[in-house]
């Protein structure tokens, strides 16, 4: 994307049968053809849709007449949406805290081409959302995301809360929300969205009633809040516990590399049964175990992945995977995002090669030991 159509990017409601039947269509192409997502579509007429749709906003960037981002808005009550989704995002409780008449938005099915990732239309379309929800005095809205986007949607100014999910088709899913009258939160994690805001001194309705009600919040490590050295200091105590990180990308950096490295990242935990990656899934960044227990499954073997090893290549190669990655307990995770290494990449090519070069190294022996352990190799040794 060049600077002339990234300026001639416009974001616009669908308000026509057939705008709406583009964006449908878009979806699948993003979710199923590209990302190859299993989840309920039409695949007869290649579109994305659900019952949600019919009750939404749904909105489109474009640009010389082709769609390159959507996003769908929902405004209703905590009582008008679906059980399973409330018990989800405890909407019970934001219910208890907004009133009982107050309306609350959900920020879905975000798409963006892939050409486009990493531009400005993801934050253009939040942009819009913001302005919905002000025209309806929103004050908390929704979302959810796979964990590469954690640091994407932080920055944006969301919060996590409560505990990750699992969709059909979509997998492990973070779910987020933010406060959109705290301006003070916002300011500190840089969101675009504060310089959208009127600066009037005013005091939050929600936040404090939202840490009260969700203490757990403080536990999330939010690297948008936190100093690159403190963000080590936390991942040394893993690195330097461990004799795996010898193999991995971590062996060639020096302690500037990695701390300017590891501030692209997030932490997060899953719980036992959470599915991180699936067979023939495209990884969407590089994970690292920082405590618990992982099994990494292939068709083959399964391997148990101790604190300090790293899965998914999804840094260098845009592969499907071989491996199924399964938390067997309460474990935390580290995730290096691509769309972030991309952009690491042209600011710091030398240790991003690097990393790559070790990236290619432990591909290379975990091959090799896949090699030396199969029936074949015991054959032509004999």
Not at 240 to 269: M, P, V, Y
Not at 330 to 349: C, G
Request: with cysteine; charged share 25%.
């Amino acid at each position: 994307m060049n600077n002339e159509q990234a300026n001639s990017i416009q974001i616009r409601i669908a308000t026509e049968t057939w705008e709406k039947e583009r964006i449908y269509q878009f979806r699948y192409n993003i979710f199923v053809e590209e990302m190859s997502k299993q989840c309920p579509v039409d695949h007869q007429n290649k579109q994305m849709r659900d019952d949600l749709d019919e009750k939404s906003i749904l909105l489109y960037a474009e640009c010389e007449s082709e769609i390159v981002g959507t996003s769908r808005i929902t405004i209703a009550k905590p009582d008008d949406f679906p059980k399973w989704l409330s018990n989800i995002f405890a909407l019970q409780k934001f219910k208890d805290m907004l009133g009982i008449n107050s309306e609350i938005g959900f920020s879905t099915k975000v798409a963006i081409a892939p050409a486009y990732r990493g531009s400005t239309v993801m934050y253009q379309l939040i942009a819009e959302h913001f302005k919905i929800f002000q025209q309806n005095n929103i004050i908390v809205s929704f979302s959810g995301s796979n964990p590469h986007l954690i640091p994407m949607y932080e920055r944006i100014g969301y919060r996590r809360f409560t505990t990750n999910f699992s969709e059909p088709g979509h997998g492990l899913l973070i779910p987020f929300v933010i406060i959109l009258d705290d301006l003070d939160y916002l300011k500190a994690v840089h969101s675009p969205l504060y310089r959208l805001i009127d600066k009037k001194p005013h005091k939050s309705i929600v936040n404090e009633s939202f840490r009260q009600v969700f203490p757990d919040t403080k536990h999330y490590i939010n690297t948008q809040l936190v100093r690159k050295e403190d963000l080590w200091t936390h991942l040394q105590t893993t690195f330097d516990g461990t004799t795996q990180t010898d193999i991995n990308l971590l062996s060639k950096l020096t302690e500037k590399e990695r701390l300017s490295f590891f501030k692209l990242g997030a932490i997060f935990s899953c719980t036992k049964g959470d599915c991180l990656l699936s067979f023939n899934e495209v990884s969407n960044g590089v994970y690292f175990l920082l405590s618990g227990s992982i099994v990494a499954e292939s068709r083959k073997e399964a391997k148990l992945l101790q604190p300090g090893q790293y899965f998914g290549n999804g840094l260098v190669y845009q592969k499907p995977s071989s491996q199924q990655i399964t938390a067997l307990k309460l474990s935390e995770v580290f995730i290096i995002p691509r769309q972030a290494f991309d952009k690491y990449k042209q600011l710091h090519p030398t240790t991003a090669a690097k990393i790559i070069n070790g990236i290619d190294n432990a591909e290379k022996a975990e091959l090799s030991h896949q090699y030396q352990n199969s029936p074949n190799f015991m054959e032509e040794s004999i």
